[in-house]
């Protein structure tokens, strides 16, 4: 069974988002997705600056046998990176809550966290 | 590894087991009217042996021409081993073999190849190849967008003499994929990029800079200060090389402070024969930072589970068969029987026999031109420093010349008239190691000759 910690907003595209008291938000990969996608071999993050629209891809996650795109849940710019998964991929395996965030975005609108799906919602979609 | 077609009951079989009556119906689905019958305009089928003699008649149009044209292909010595172990039926393959357990003689040669081809670039890493060189260089420069994030532009600054022929082919595959490039001017008086030209660059945003080495001219352009001055503007380097050169001249990995980040080129100087184009193989190398943008797969070394030495096909997570429209590259095969030849054909030449070949031809060209300039009517137009080929300028027109002396069975260089206007009544050629002092003698002596059918413009 997946790991959903019921604080985070979720998309249906397995990423999560914790929203911090300063305007930004931290993005990764669901437990769920990173346990689907198998070890993790390389990590691309988004450049620091870069300004998203919410569904565009960030990210690219890359398996053995698959590389997988990140899409950003919400719209904002990248203030920062996890440089740390350059060296280690295996963090988003093992702590995606954690360790394993792929990225920081300060939001052009931090009331859009309030259409995401909860982690009720998420965990039923899962189920399906 | 054996390929054993169906035969009439496997396909019975397998039609059968899925229900269907023959392989026509699982074709159902096309319309009548689509669907072509017969050829208009194609010959009957002939027999093996009349093919054959046909085949044969056409080649001996051929003729045995003695060759001094070079202009990226190039009339090298080729062991007989080569294509004697080329083409044995264990590596007669142009594919990249995805079966490790069934294929790990070919997945070694790869091994070997990339290995050969990171150690002459002094790059980090050399994919298994591409089609040319030609579309190598376009590869490069889609390589290049998308591994400098920080540059928005997609522009790419060609130095001065490359390949014209890569440029177009570079423009026709990326052209349309946003890029754009830009051509950096030519000093006509020393055949090098016109560093003059770079100032208008200064401030701008440019993603590459793509810089041959030799030139097409054959002359040695300033690397170093080209490259520095790319990077120092956040533009990454493509460097255009010929693998033979690479035997004397400095590895694009160590050019100006920081080295080339991509280094493409023709491989078919390594054990290849001139055939009208093709197939020849494209050369790939990169930094290791740049591999995940590398078209292309790689193959490594490894242990199995006993600990045996095993070779393996890595890193093609980024091809079309898996990521599709974000591919990497939609070339997903590469010139394996090409690379096969290659390798073989570096094992028995070594380092040091691969210097002496490039050593030879710089000598034989220089013997040349000195020969031909001797000629009332003909001068060697640079004296800058330059490797295995020349430019000549005639008190005349040069197309005449060389269809006197194609008469004569001399292919006698390239016509530049067309792609360097700027240059005059100006040819290209090259003499390679194969070339004698009696064949350097009977190009001077038909030149001559034909020099007086043709009159001064």
Redesign the interface.
């Known amino acids: 069974m997946s790991n959903v910690p019921g604080e985070l907003k979720y998309t249906k595209s397995h990423e999560w988002v914790r929203v911090e008291g300063d305007g930004t938000a931290v993005i990764g990969i669901t437990d769920h997705a990173q346990a689907a996608l198998g070890d993790l071999v390389?990590v691309?993050t988004p450049?620091v600056g870069a300004t998203l629209a919410a569904g565009d891809?960030c990210a690219v996650v890359?398996?053995?046998?698959?590389?997988s795109?990140v899409y950003s849940p919400l719209s904002g710019e990248v203030t920062e990176a996890n440089a740390g998964l350059a060296d280690a991929p295996e963090a988003v395996n093992q702590d995606p809550y954690g360790e394993g965030w792929i990225m920081r975005l300060k939001l052009d609108d931090p009331s859009a966290v309030d259409g995401m799906m909860s982690a009720a919602d998420y965990e039923s979609g899962l189920e399906d | 590894m054996p390929f054993i077609p169906h035969t009439e009951s496997d396909i019975r079989e397998m039609l059968d087991a899925i229900g269907a009556e023959s392989i026509g119906q699982l074709f159902d689905e096309i319309p009548e009217s689509l669907r072509l019958e017969d050829l208009d305009g194609v010959p009957e089928a002939v027999s093996e042996m009349e093919l054959q003699r046909i085949m044969r008649a056409r080649a001996g149009q051929d003729g045995a021409p003695l060759c001094f044209i070079g202009a990226g292909a190039y009339d090298h010595h080729i062991p007989a081993a080569v294509w004697e172990l080329t083409t044995r039926g264990e590596f007669y393959s142009a594919y990249t073999p995805y079966q490790a357990e069934a294929s790990q003689g070919t997945l070694q040669l790869i091994y070997e190849y990339q290995t050969m081809m990171t150690s002459l670039t002094g790059l980090d890493v050399s994919n298994a190849s591409l089609y040319d060189g030609a579309t190598s260089v376009a590869e490069s420069a889609l390589m290049a967008v998308r591994a400098n994030r920080r540059s928005k532009s997609a522009r790419i600054l060609v130095a001065g003499a490359v390949n014209p022929v890569y440029l177009r082919v570079a423009e026709a595959i990326a052209g349309n994929q946003g890029l754009n490039f830009e051509l950096l001017g030519l000093d006509a008086g020393t055949g090098l990029t016109d560093p003059s030209t770079l100032a208008r660059y200064e401030e701008e945003d440019i993603t590459a800079v793509v810089i041959q080495q030799p030139n097409f001219l054959g002359r040695l352009e300033d690397v170093d200060a080209l490259t520095d001055w790319a990077h120092a503007r956040g533009a990454l380097v493509i460097a255009v090389i010929n693998p033979v050169a690479l035997a004397l001249l400095k590895p694009p990995g160590e050019w100006g402070e920081s080295g080339a980040d991509i280094a493409c080129g023709e491989g078919q100087p390594l054990g290849v024969p001139l055939s009208s184009g093709g197939p020849y193989f494209g050369i790939l190398a990169c930094r290791k930072a740049h591999v995940r943008q590398m078209p292309g797969r790689i193959v490594g070394r490894t242990v199995d589970l006993e600990g045996r030495t095993g070779y393996t096909l890595t890193l093609q997570a980024r091809e079309q068969h898996i990521r599709r429209t974000k591919a990497t590259s939609n070339i997903c095969t590469n010139q394996g029987l090409m690379v096969t030849a290659a390798t073989i054909h570096m094992s028995l030449l070594g380092a040091e026999g691969l210097e002496r070949v490039a050593a030879a031809s710089v000598a034989n060209t220089r013997k040349l031109t000195e020969r031909l300039s001797a000629l009332e009517g003909v001068e060697c137009v640079y004296a800058t420093p330059g490797f295995h080929e020349a430019v000549l300028r005639f008190d005349r027109p040069v197309t005449p010349l060389l269809e006197a002396l194609a008469g004569r069975d001399i292919l006698g260089g390239y016509d530049l008239s067309e792609d360097f206007p700027e240059l005059g009544h100006a040819l290209l050629v090259c003499a390679t190691e194969t070339r004698t002092d009696e064949d350097i003698e009977a190009y001077a002596s038909a030149l001559a000759e034909v020099m007086l059918t043709v009159k001064v413009a």
């Open positions: 390389f691309e450049e891809a890359e398996s053995v046998k698959a590389a795109d």
